[in-house]
């Protein structure tokens, strides 16, 4: 078992970074590795016990099911989802703050191996904070072309 966490300041909006987790397309866009993923319960994303399903893929070759059930949702504050990939099984989640330079967001993760995947337990510690970096990194990318592309200043000579 591994728990992580990380945090990164985004120069958004509280609300609008919130609405863009609140989105199973949006997770599609800044998960590592994620060839795709849908919601696979009817409803909305963002509410308890919605569900989705993913799919990994590592280098081309190897692709890997990932499930995902929303365990925890609180408006413009937190989203958190239980989910199984493969043989380990995971908690992981969003907790916001508002800052006076946009948002913080703390990224955390649980990791649980069973069966075979015990052997990794030594190395779950680090694939976490890798997963976590990536995450982080490529969240706040997504969020500045959603900046960008939606900003009132876009076009003006300022």
Known sequence: MAYIESSVLVHQPLEDVF???NS???HARFIPNMAELRQTSPGAFGIIGATAQGLLSYFGLMKIRVRYEIIEHELN????MKGQMGLVLFKDGYVLEKN?????IQFWLDLIPTGWTKLFSPF???IGKIHAF?????LKR???KTEIASS???GSSQ
């Open 134 to 138: 990536e995450t982080l990194r490529n």
């Open 124 to 126: 779950m510690g680090l």
């Open 142 to 144: 997504e969020l500045a």
């Open 19 to 21: 609405a863009f987790l």
């Open 77 to 80: 504050r937190q989203l958190a």
């Open 24 to 26: 199973a397309e949006s």
């Open 152 to 154: 009132p200043l876009r």
């Open 100 to 104: 006076e330079n946009g948002t913080e």
